[in-house]
């Protein structure tokens, strides 16, 4: 089993619908990340949670260390926003190395 | 100010050549971290780094790869005698202090032929 698990695997929804994409983790964590992949491959790094909630514009991502799970909410969703999102943790041993989720392909269709 | 700069951004090399990837922080940014991601597989860290010192390479594989952040210029990941399981894409991130803050460069794709 992965240290970190996504769900879904994959998700087509139409413009405007409200996204949630889901991570849970297994390990002790001092952070999580959720990052973004477009096609042709650059990451860009959306959120770096270590409790709470944070937003940006029309993404929201909140964690429950308790529960060792994290989600990212997308509200009136744009295909501009079709990518690949992914959950990393940085793990509280071992201080620098995070491990990732496997991703979330996400397509918003018109 | 630049952000995280790799290059090559595509760089194909045939079945025992060497690879040479290279990654240039953010200014004021002394933490460097490589990452691996196999073709449909997730991201995988490798090494990180700080000037002249490797940190953590538990995630290096044990032969042929090697990397530093020499005191002058960029990291450098090398690749020696490249074979075909090698292709990937090769991501760097930068910190000013650790890896709770990254920012990430466009990666370099290596295709072995």
């Known amino acids: 089993k992965n240290e970190v698990e996504q769900s879904p695997q994959n998700l087509t929804a139409q413009e405007g619908e409200f996204i949630t994409i889901n991570c849970s983790y297994s390990v002790g964590i001092s952070a999580l990340h959720w990052l973004q992949q477009h096609p042709g491959g650059g990451i860009v790094s959306l959120f770096m949670l270590s409790s709470g909630k944070k937003k940006h514009g029309r993404l929201i991502a909140t964690i429950n260390i308790q529960e060792k799970h994290s989600s990212l909410h997308i509200t009136a969703s744009h295909p501009r926003d079709s990518a690949v999102y992914i959950c990393?943790?940085?793990?509280?041993?071992?201080?620098?190395?995070?491990?990732f989720g496997q991703g979330t392909r996400l397509t918003i269709n018109p | 100010n630049a952000g995280v700069m790799q290059n090559p951004r595509h760089l194909v090399r045939r079945r025992g050549q060497e690879a040479r990837l290279r990654c240039s922080p953010m200014k004021g940014h002394s933490h460097v971290y490589w990452y691996r991601q196999l073709p449909e597989e997730g991201l995988k860290f490798m090494v990180y780094?700080?000037?002249?010192?490797?940190?953590?390479e538990s995630g290096m594989p044990k032969e042929r790869f090697s990397a530093e952040f020499p005191k002058e210029g960029p990291s450098i990941l090398r690749i020696q005698q490249v074979v075909r399981g090698d292709s990937a894409a090769y991501f760097c991130?930068?910190?000013?202090?650790?890896?709770?803050?990254?920012?990430f460069g466009a990666g370099s794709r290596l295709t072995v032929l």
């Open positions: 990393a943790v940085l793990l509280i041993q071992g201080a620098q190395k995070l491990v």
């Open positions: 780094l700080q000037k002249e010192n490797i940190i953590d």
């Open positions: 991130a930068s910190s000013p202090f650790g890896a709770n803050v990254l920012t």
